[in-house]
Structures are given as C-alpha cells and as structure tokens.
C-alpha cells in the first residue's frame, strides 16, 4: 500500500494521511517531519538542505527527493507508506517515479481531498489559537465555551497570520498553479482517488476506506 496524499492546503489531508496510516499500519510520512529529522540528527542530507534554508532559499527538487527516497528505504516502509505533502510539483512527481522504479515499486494509488476554495478559506479563517497551551479551536465547527477565551487556560484565543483570509488566498494560488497539475497527472496514470472533503472527517475517512479496501 504506496500512497500519496494531495490535497489544497486546509483541506484535511493531513489528518486524514494520519487515519490511514494508523488504519493500514504504515508510516505517515511528512516532508516536514523528515526534514526536521534529516537536520536534526546532522545526516549529509540534512546538513545540504539547512545550507539552502539558513539562506532563505528553496530545498532543489533533486535534494528533496533524495530525502524522500532516503526515507522510503528505511525497512518501516517495507509494507507500505503514505506521503503527505510531497510531491508537490509535476518534476517531483516524475522524480519521485524514477525513484520509486529504482527500488523496483511504485504508487498505488494517488487520493485526492476535494474541497472547494471558499469552504477552505472560510474552515482555516475561522481557526482560532492559544499561544500558550497549543490548543485550537474553529469559531463555527469547535469554539471556545467563552468567545475568544481558552477553555483550558483562559488566555485569549488569537487568528494566526497563517490562517487570516489574504494568507489563505495566497496559499491556495500557489497550490493551484504548482499542485493542482498532479491531479491530472495521477488520472492519466490511473491511480487518482478523489473524495469529498466537504463532509464529516469520519466519512471522508470512511469513503478511502471503502476505495482502498480493508
């Protein structure tokens, strides 16, 4: 079971990755995460790739995909894997492929998490967040007993500049002119799985579920 999770930002794929993972027994596996892991146990990859972060700039495609494949080799990945924010472009998709070819595997399936972008905006503009206990609230799907207030701390909630409307515009521009192309990329490979987004996250889990098999 070799997966990739695509989705807009805000979308829920995060999540749902995490539920699937958890559901098929393999690793989740965030870009984010094995970078941090890369930088922080001081590896030759890690080391390449804080060269280009300390200075501002992008990691090159062909160093992410050397992590990423780095990371597909270690032996938890033997069963299965599910990739959550990468690739994130059409040459990291085609470099991930060689890769993956190179190690005589391949994707199984791509799974889409459709949501439109007015549902996304007004989900993530209206997250709300306590700076000093971590929790996180939604002002319509999850508020705070008290308006603006923490339940378990009491400090004031705040809008985090991530989640504010022009942020959010901007994210979902850019994910649509890199991002969205993998959509169309995967279909052609036969591999795309797309699901609505829009319902509860516990029906969104359930409809991979039933795609995928138990």
């Known amino acids: 079971m ?11 794929k995060g999540t749902q990755a995490k539920r699937v993972a958890a559901k098929y027994n393999i690793p989740h596996i965030s870009t ?33 995909v050397d992590i990423v494949a780095d990371r597909l080799l270690q032996e938890d ?9 990468f ?3 059409i040459p990291q998709a085609e470099s991930l492929d060689e890769a993956l070819k ?10 889409n998490i459709d949501v439109p972008d007015e549902n996304i905006v007004r989900r993530m503009s209206g997250r709300r967040a306590c700076l000093n206990c971590g929790a996180t609230y939604h002002i319509k799907y999850n508020p705070p007993k ?6 378990n701390c009491t400090r004031e909630l705040i809008l985090r500049d991530d989640d504010k409307e022009e942020t959010v515009l901007k ?18 490979k ?25």
């Open 171 to 188: 994210r979902l521009d850019v994910y649509h002119k890199q991002t969205s192309p993998l959509i169309d990329y995967y279909e052609a």
């Open 2 to 12: 070799r997966l990739i999770m695509l989705g807009a930002p805000g979308a829920g």
């Open 146 to 151: 008290k308006e603006n207030i923490c339940d």
């Open 32 to 64: 984010g995460d094995i970078f941090r892991d890369n930088i922080k146990n001081k590896t030759d990859l890690g080391i390449k790739a804080k060269g280009y972060i300390d200075k501002g700039l992008l990691v090159p495609d062909e160093l992410v």
């Open 87 to 89: 690739p994130r472009t």
């Open 77 to 85: 990945c033997k069963e299965g894997f599910i990739l959550d924010g």
């Open 190 to 214: 036969n591999i795309l799985i797309t699901v609505d987004g829009t319902v509860d996250i516990d029906d969104v889990t359930k409809s991979i579920v039933e795609i995928l098999g138990a």
């Open 102 to 111: 190179s190690m005589k595997t391949k994707i199984n399936y791509a799974i």
